[in-house]
């Protein structure tokens, strides 16, 4: 069957082969997750899994995802939300905030109460978690969202759109909640990182179970002009903060792993990164994290 671009239509070219999964939105699963194939458009340059589980599938996975620990973050060490946070706060026309996938709202505890805070999320324990928190929650999913009855000076989707099938569709999305002159900021992985590049379909955030779609600054400047949007910054960082030391053992023991995959798998047999490989002996090319690398991007969108 012939592949082509979730967003575009067009022709796409194989990278290569994403290692199956084990888990799933912080729990372990009974059963692997096929990887499928890792694939690039020749037209906007979107990177996605091929092929995809339904979202009725996918929302079903995410809804029994593990909600004390699926999203784990300390905001000091959340390079977007410190950059999202100074974003907002110098522009003096943002007062009501929509974080699109907010889980509990930490995000937005962290903005502070000066802000008309609203929250989308679609798991049940973290949506109430939001709720709690003071986010005024307006749907589970974006899909919901029929008749708007309110527009938000500033959108926000941190870590989300990695997990949609169609970016470009769900970025018109977010700006049919936007105001005329409004923001949209999203962040997520950034397929044109060094670090990406190198691994190809064998680098650790392609092979997350629930990442399906991952863009860089060749597809936001082609999202840009499709929606007619302006592209007005793109920020390029680490995931999380990591020490020097830190950052060389990642790098030495992932491109040990590109380099030498029959010793990766040998290891992994005898147990190294947690895998229990008796029971999914499917998994012996799980790739190693590589969480300190200069591998994601924020991007700020305008609404004209």
């Given at each position: 069957?012939?592949?082509?671009?979730?967003?575009?239509?067009?022709?796409?070219?194989?990278?290569?082969?994403?290692?199956?999964?084990?888990?799933?939105?912080?729990?372990?699963?009974?059963s692997?997750?096929?990887?499928g194939?890792?694939?690039?458009?020749?037209?906007?340059?979107?990177?996605?899994?091929?092929?995809?589980?339904?979202?009725?599938?996918?929302?079903?996975?995410?809804?029994?995802?593990?909600?004390?620990?699926?999203?784990?973050?300390?905001?000091?060490?959340?390079?977007?939300?410190?950059?999202?946070?100074?974003?907002?706060?110098?522009?003096?026309?943002?007062?009501?905030?929509?974080?699109?996938?907010?889980?509990?709202?930490?995000?937005?505890?962290?903005?502070?109460?000066?802000?008309?805070?609203?929250?989308?999320?679609?798991?049940?324990?973290?949506?109430?978690?939001?709720?709690?928190?003071?986010?005024?929650?307006?749907?589970?999913d974006?899909?919901?969202?029929?008749?708007?009855?309110?527009?938000?000076?500033?959108?926000?989707?941190?870590?989300v759109?990695?997990?949609?099938?169609?970016?470009?569709?769900?970025?018109?999305?977010?700006?049919?909640?936007?105001?005329?002159?409004?923001?949209?900021?999203?962040?997520?992985?950034?397929?044109?990182s060094?670090?990406w590049?190198?691994?190809?379909?064998?680098?650790?955030?392609?092979?997350?179970?629930?990442?399906?779609?991952?863009?860089?600054?060749?597809?936001?400047?082609?999202?840009a002009?499709?929606?007619?949007?302006?592209?007005?910054?793109?920020?390029?960082?680490?995931?999380?903060?990591?020490?020097?030391?830190?950052?060389?053992?990642?790098?030495?023991?992932?491109?040990?792993?590109?380099?030498?995959?029959?010793?990766?798998?040998?290891?992994?047999?005898?147990?190294?990164?947690?895998?229990?490989?008796?029971?999914?002996?499917?998994?012996?090319?799980?790739?190693?994290?590589?969480?300190?690398?200069?591998?994601?991007?924020?991007?700020?969108?305008?609404?004209?």
């Open positions: 069957m012939s592949v082509f671009c979730p967003s575009c239509q067009s022709p796409v070219s194989l990278i290569g082969s994403i290692a199956d999964a084990c888990s799933f939105a912080g729990r372990s699963l009974d692997p997750l096929s990887g194939y890792l694939y690039q458009c020749l037209h906007c340059h979107l990177n996605f899994r091929w092929p995809q589980l339904t979202k009725d599938s996918l929302d079903a996975l995410y809804k029994g995802g593990n909600d004390k620990i699926a999203w784990h973050y300390v905001p000091s060490q959340r390079k977007d939300w410190t950059i999202t946070k100074t974003i907002i706060q110098n522009a003096t026309e943002c007062i009501k905030v929509l974080d699109v996938g907010c889980f509990d709202g930490a995000f937005l505890s962290f903005l502070g109460q000066e802000y008309e805070r609203y929250g989308i999320e679609i798991h049940p324990a973290a949506y109430s978690r939001a709720e709690a928190a003071g986010v005024t929650m307006i749907a589970r974006l899909e919901d969202i029929k008749d708007i009855d309110r527009l938000f000076d500033c959108v926000i989707s941190m870590d759109v990695e997990h949609v099938a169609d970016p470009l569709n769900f970025l018109e999305k977010l700006v049919g909640v936007t105001k005329p002159g409004g923001k949209i900021i999203l962040s997520t992985g950034n397929t044109d060094w670090s590049k190198i691994a190809g379909s064998r680098y650790w955030y392609c092979q997350i179970a629930e990442h399906i779609s991952f863009i860089n600054p060749m597809w936001c400047n082609y999202a002009q499709e929606i007619g949007l302006s592209v007005k910054q793109i920020s390029t960082f680490s995931h999380k903060n990591a020490s020097v030391a830190r950052r060389i053992k990642e790098l030495t023991v992932n491109l040990a792993y590109l380099s030498f995959p029959a010793v990766g798998r040998l290891l992994r047999k005898k147990g190294v990164g947690g895998i229990n490989m008796r029971k999914f002996p499917t998994l012996a090319d799980v790739p190693p994290g590589w969480h300190s690398a200069h591998d994601h991007l924020l991007v700020v969108f305008q609404k004209p």
